[in-house]
């Protein structure tokens, strides 16, 4: 049966729904769960231990799932399938008491939810790479999306109480498991037409390549640390301004400043000069404004700093967002594309998120604010490995990963 094409507009619109359901979840798990855990009575401990297992775990399930996914070219099942079983997850998750009966069902959840957005990241790149659409346009409806749930929440919560938060998961997930199937049939099927029978390597051939590839592993490195300098404020940002005595609101609308940049970065991203938008400029801008918003934070700077402070969030996850997805779209092989996206993730939201999390614990106990150092030391890691990145890269295709 032939496969019929999806006109532009037509994709950036699935990709664009699919994008605001997953982030209602996301919304809802990064700020809230803690506090429906601790309603639900687990330890700070307990805690802890729920929400930072899924990033170690992570560093199996997230690249296992895209390369089985990348073998058979089922991106859009595989999304389905993940989708379902999160729904499953968290409605058990809903009846679950007591710390180990919480932990064996928020972890799926938490894996399926995660594995997903690799797999739809490596769908819109098959779109933004034939030039069908672009992909910020369509990206930043996640991030208004987690925008609104997470206002939206927080009012809820106030009102209604901790309770409220599965329930708003579970609505969450299941519009994402319905808006899962409408995603167009497959990663391939954006692809310019081919033969069906043309040999190739197989997809672990070339994706144990990638990891050979100089330039690739500089990627990793560089972006993943940018990225994973993120964990102190995302831990603790929230309790160490109302420590300084800002209010819940006045918390609440730093988070909307900085991802609202987020947003303006995605919705602009087209008409930055051809420079500015080259993957390896949007890199170098993310670190080194990752470099400057982390040595600023350790100083415990007043609101009115922190104001156009925040809008560097733009940069520090926005730019380095978008410019390791333009980076990913242009110098990997198609072939890899959903594994590539898997080690990424992995790397930045697995292997430096969850061990630079476990040690914001103890440093942000013993040095409050000046726990951002640590943020500081790992941005200037990544900035490091980024340069080393823009003097490897050719700007072309790793066509041959092993020769990287």
Do not use: N
């Not at 399938?81 to 679950?96: G, Q």
């Not at 982390?294 to 609101?303: C, E, I, N, R």
């Amino acid at each position: 049966m032939e496969r019929v094409r999806l006109q532009p507009k037509e994709l950036a619109l699935r990709l664009a729904v699919f994008y605001a359901a997953l982030f209602l979840v996301y919304g809802m798990h990064v700020p809230y769960l803690p506090v429906w855990l601790d309603a639900r009575g687990l330890s700070e401990g307990e805690i802890a231990f729920v929400t930072a297992a899924p990033f170690f775990l992570r560093l199996f399930t997230t690249p296992a799932l895209a390369l089985h996914a990348d073998h058979s070219a089922s991106h859009r099942r595989m999304v389905v399938v993940s989708s379902v079983l999160a729904l499953a997850a968290v409605l058990l998750l809903s009846a679950a008491e007591g710390f180990w009966w919480v932990l064996v069902t928020a972890l799926p959840f938490a894996l399926a939810t995660s594995g997903i957005m690799p797999l739809t990241e490596a769908m819109a790149v098959k779109g933004a790479r034939s030039e069908a659409m672009h992909y910020g346009r369509v990206r930043l409806w996640g991030s208004l999306s987690f925008v609104v749930m997470g206002l939206a929440g927080g009012a809820a919560v106030d009102r209604l109480g901790a309770s409220v938060i599965i329930w708003l998961l579970i609505a969450g997930t299941a519009m994402t498991a319905a808006a899962a199937t409408f995603l167009p049939g497959g990663a391939e099927a954006q692809e310019p037409d081919r033969p069906s029978r043309i040999e190739k390597p197989p997809v672990t051939s070339e994706a144990l390549g990638l990891l050979r590839s100089r330039v690739f592993l500089f990627f990793l490195v560089g972006a993943g640390a940018v990225q994973g300098a993120h964990a102190t404020f995302y831990t603790f940002g929230a309790l160490h301004w109302r420590s300084q005595g800002l209010s819940a609101v006045w918390c609440g609308v730093l988070w909307a400043v900085a991802v609202l940049s987020e947003v303006c970065l995605f919705a602009w991203a087209d008409r930055l000069g051809a420079r500015l938008k080259e993957p390896a400029s949007l890199l170098m801008w993310g670190a080194g404004a990752a470099v400057l918003r982390w040595l600023v934070m350790a100083f415990d700077p007043p609101l009115a700093v922190l104001i156009p402070l925040q809008t560097l969030h733009g940069l520090t996850y926005g730019a380095s967002h978008l410019g390791a997805i333009l980076f990913l779209g242009r110098a990997v092989p198609p072939a890899v594309a959903g594994t590539a996206q898997a080690l990424y993730a992995t790397m930045a939201a697995g292997i430096v998120m969850g061990a630079a999390t476990l040690s914001a614990g103890p440093l942000y106990e013993r040095f409050q604010g000046r726990a951002y150092l640590a943020a500081l030391a790992l941005a200037s890691a990544g900035l490091v490995a980024l340069l080393l990145l823009v003097r490897s890269w050719d700007g072309g295709t790793l066509s041959h990963p092993h020769r990287g």
